[in-house]
């Protein structure tokens, strides 16, 4: 894996462009060619053989040479330079250690916020529907839509965040059908219940009811004909229970810090879908089967039927309703015109969707749209907890509030039992469990890769020690506390602490500035390939390596003036580049745990 992979610029040479400066200078006067272009830095096999690994195959390509002759040659002249402690060739490899100067002044100025992509670009995440509140699976999207997002946004791109609310359709009319039936005139305030749980209480209501009373399907049909038709009682209701549904939201989002430029809906985008299909129809693009269901057929690539047929796809069923791929069509034709074509139109939607935004994207090709080649599916598996935890209050679903507010009291046993001997104001425990409990959530579901299924643990999340967030928290906290002790203010610290000439006599100041020195490219490689795991293991392992400088050398008892201010810089440093990276996660930092 690249090290250094950036290509944007400092107002001062950032030490990736110094090195490969000097490695271009010495491989042109001793080989006489070009070598822009063909190095790269990687990491060391090993830590004790250098700071960095330099490749020498592409000159060595151009030279038709072996790459370990070029590496041995080349690293006797990189030797001479006083840029570097050492440069060993190791087979096609230069090992090369960095002069403690150039290293730890790069360190201290490592950019957290890059300008290498201008990229206009509308990401849809959290789309849910208005019968039920947000659960698990909501916040897996809303992590990894605001994470995406943020990174997206840190390196230069130009975002927009877009829910589509599924407020139309079948299933929104069996929360209407049961509530109008069950409900005796029901209410969030009479329940004493927020909204989306009390219309969502009616939605398992009206499940449980139709696995005896199937006339109620029926209803629910009719109900969504009535809607679709514009008739005003149907109308009204839907409205009513839709705004309990959006209010109850609304708190959820502010709890977890899901934001959003705007809100598209699919009772506004669903005609224009239905009309894009009649025309397509028209056109002859799309046909009507024998039933009255209007189809289109699938390319061979997606495979056959097993009669042999190839595979179809419906765009409105028979009676006239419209399906989810024909609102969806109507929303994406209407965003990337609306949106001013976007390079990039991104949905994080659930892996069970793949199939579907594969035939998205075919149907707007064939109808010659060019939203169709700007849509990314970002796909991310299923998240569970085990058993017996946290059940939700409406069927078997684990809603986000209930999440929240245990993961909230864990982190609460944890600060009384850490906090004893402290008063601590209620507020003040409550803001601090708050931090913890839904930084410990977001982390977690961040660290893996967004295509693998997460087993939650709520307890082996918010633990202090190990792959958490609430570790990376810690450290944060650690460091504050540090310089709190040291009697130095944050602006002194970043104008006049930076004392690299006394630095670099050990081994753990040197890995831990290497460490900030990987920031960059990190972020970079998250945003580039839509992938927070990238920056929230970088985080944690940023943590760990300044935990071990921590026990390792002593900052407050450095033994000098020079040596303390120094070590001072790299940790706030440290904690910039933490605090900053969180902030991308969506995770909150506090300046005491």
């Known amino acids: 894996m690249a090290f250094f992979l950036l290509k944007y610029k400092y107002n001062s040479m950032d030490l990736e462009s110094q090195i490969l400066a000097i490695v271009n200078n010495r491989a042109e006067a001793l080989f006489g060619v070009k070598a822009a272009g063909l190095f790269s830095l990687a990491?060391?096999?090993?830590?004790?053989?250098?700071?960095?690994a330099l490749g020498c195959f592409l000159l060595a390509q151009t030279l038709k040479i072996s790459p370990v002759e070029v590496a041995t040659k080349l690293s006797a002249e990189l030797a001479k330079d006083e840029f570097f402690i050492s440069a060993n060739n190791f087979g096609p490899y230069i090992n090369l250690t960095i002069n403690n100067d150039s290293l730890f002044a790069s360190a201290l100025k490592v950019r957290t916020k890059l300008a290498i992509d201008k990229a206009k670009i509308v990401l849809e995440y959290l789309s849910p529907n208005t019968n039920k509140p947000l659960h698990l699976g909501h916040v897996r999207n809303g992590s990894l839509g605001m994470a995406i997002s943020n990174s997206l946004e840190a390196v230069g791109a130009k975002l927009k965040r877009v829910s589509l609310i599924n407020d139309r359709g079948i299933h929104i009319c069996k929360s209407l059908i049961a509530w109008e039936k069950f409900g005796n005139g029901e209410t969030p305030e009479t329940a004493k219940i927020k909204g989306?749980?009390?219309?969502?209480?009616?939605y398992v209501e009206f499940a449980k009811r139709s696995e005896t009373d199937p006339q109620l399907i029926v209803e629910a049909g009719e109900a969504l004909k009535k809607w679709e038709a514009g008739d005003s009682a149907t109308l009204a209701t839907w409205k009513k229970l839709n705004d309990w549904v959006y209010k109850?939201?609304?708190?959820?989002?502010?709890?977890?810090?899901?934001?959003?430029?705007?809100?598209?809906?699919?009772?506004?985008?669903?005609?224009?879908?239905?009309?894009?299909?009649e025309d397509g129809l028209k056109r002859g693009v799309f046909a009507k089967s024998p039933e009255g269901a209007i189809t289109w057929t699938l390319p061979e690539k997606f495979g056959k039927e097993e009669n042999g047929d190839l595979k179809k796809v419906t765009l409105l069923r028979a009676d006239g309703t419209s399906v989810y791929i024909t609102q969806d069509l109507g929303t994406a034709t209407r965003r990337y015109e609306s949106e001013g074509q976007p390079d990039k139109m991104l949905y994080v939607?659930?892996?069970?969707?793949?199939?579907?935004f594969q035939c998205l994207k075919e149907i707007l090709k064939a109808l010659g749209s060019p939203a169709g080649e700007k849509i990314k599916h970002l796909s991310y598996g299923m998240v569970t907890l085990p058993d017996g935890k946290m059940k939700s209050r409406e069927g078997t679903v684990v809603d986000a509030d209930d999440l929240a507010a245990e993961m909230t009291s864990l982190a609460k046993t944890i600060i009384n039992e850490k906090h004893s001997e402290k008063n601590l104001s209620r507020g003040e425990i409550e803001h601090r469990a708050k931090v913890i409990g839904l930084g410990a959530i977001k982390f977690y579901i961040l660290r893996f890769g967004a295509g693998s299924d997460i087993r939650f643990n709520p307890e082996?999340?918010?633990a202090f020690e190990g792959v958490t967030g609430?570790?990376?928290?810690?450290?944060?906290?650690?460091?504050?506390?540090?310089?709190k002790k040291a009697g130095f203010c944050k602006r002194f610290l970043v104008k006049d602490l930076a004392e690299p000439k006394v630095l670099?006599?050990?081994?753990?100041?040197?890995?831990?500035?290497?460490?900030?020195?990987?920031?960059?490219?990190?972020?970079?490689?998250?945003?580039?390939?839509?992938d927070p795991a990238l920056l929230a293991n970088y985080l944690y392992e940023l943590a760990k390596i300044f935990n071990h400088f921590y026990h390792c050398q002593?900052?407050?008892?450095?033994?000098?003036?020079?040596?303390?201010?120094?070590?001072?810089?790299?940790?706030?440093?440290?904690?910039?580049?933490?605090?900053?990276?969180?902030?991308?996660l969506g995770i909150q930092t506090l300046r005491e745990m």
Not at 251 to 262: C, I, L, N, R
């Open 554 to 584: 002593s900052i407050l008892s450095a033994g000098s003036h020079k040596l303390l201010r120094g070590r001072l810089a790299l940790a706030l440093k440290t904690a910039e580049v933490l605090k900053t990276g969180l902030g991308i």
């Open 43 to 52: 990491e060391t096999p090993k830590r004790e053989l250098g700071d960095l």
């Open 349 to 356: 939607v659930g892996s069970e969707q793949v199939y579907h």
């Open 248 to 277: 109850g939201w609304a708190e959820t989002y502010k709890t977890f810090g899901f934001g959003f430029s705007k809100f598209d809906y699919e009772s506004k985008t669903y005609k224009l879908g239905k009309d894009i299909v």
């Open 504 to 530: 670099g006599m050990n081994l753990e100041e040197r890995d831990l500035a290497l460490k900030l020195l990987a920031y960059p490219e990190k972020l970079k490689a998250a945003a580039e390939n839509f």
């Open 460 to 462: 082996e999340s918010i």
């Open 470 to 483: 609430p570790y990376i928290q810690y450290t944060y906290a650690r460091i504050q506390s540090i310089i």
């Open 196 to 202: 989306d749980h009390l219309v969502g209480k009616y």
